[in-house]
């Protein structure tokens, strides 16, 4: 059992974070499957892991004090 909840999120800032982060990591990205796979305005937290996935992007979710986030390893992708 996951110790967080998940969040929403709009579709356009789950494009930029993952559009962002596909780059440096020399990864595809292509918003239109992204679309595909998940249909509807805004997607959630959980979405936005899973689509990582789908690019080839190890991505998880982890809770910390926005004081800490400059000890995370990077990129960091934090939302209040």
Do not use: C, N
């Not at 494009?15 to 305005?41: C, K, M, N, Q, Y």
């Amino acid at each position: 059992m996951r110790a967080y909840s998940a969040h929403d999120i709009p579709f356009r800032d789950v494009v930029l974070t993952l559009g962002g982060i596909s780059a440096p990591h020399h990864r595809a990205f292509d918003s239109e499957v992204l679309r595909r796979e998940f249909p509807g305005p805004s997607l959630t937290t959980d979405s936005l892991i899973t689509g990582a996935g789908s690019f080839g992007l190890r991505v998880k979710q982890r809770s910390t004090a926005l004081s800490d986030l400059a000890a995370q390893p990077r990129p960091v992708w934090g939302g209040v």
